[in-house]
């Protein structure tokens, strides 16, 4: 494409990163869906993480997602 052969560094770029990321961006449009979802669970985690202050092993911090995010009833 003419962006690709251009002399400007920043239409290169983001030639560059229009090229690597079309099939996401085309399903960004045409199905309608964002990623925010998976975000807001990441970013959940995260708060776990930091919360805990460290895990003694990755089975507790395995155990710690489940039992916060995992949805169940407690008292049923």
Do not use: C, D, Q
Not at 22 to 43: D, M, Q, R
Not at 46 to 70: D, Q
């Amino acid at each position: 494409s003419w962006a690709l052969r251009s002399r400007l560094e920043p239409i290169k770029k983001v030639a560059r990163m229009i090229k690597n990321h079309l099939w996401g961006i085309l399903n960004a449009v045409v199905l309608k869906v964002t990623n925010g979802p998976a975000e807001g669970i990441n970013s959940r985690i995260k708060m776990i993480k930091v919360r805990s202050r460290g895990f003694r092993n990755k089975y507790r911090f395995v155990t710690a997602i489940y039992f916060h995010l995992g949805g169940l009833n407690l008292y049923p």
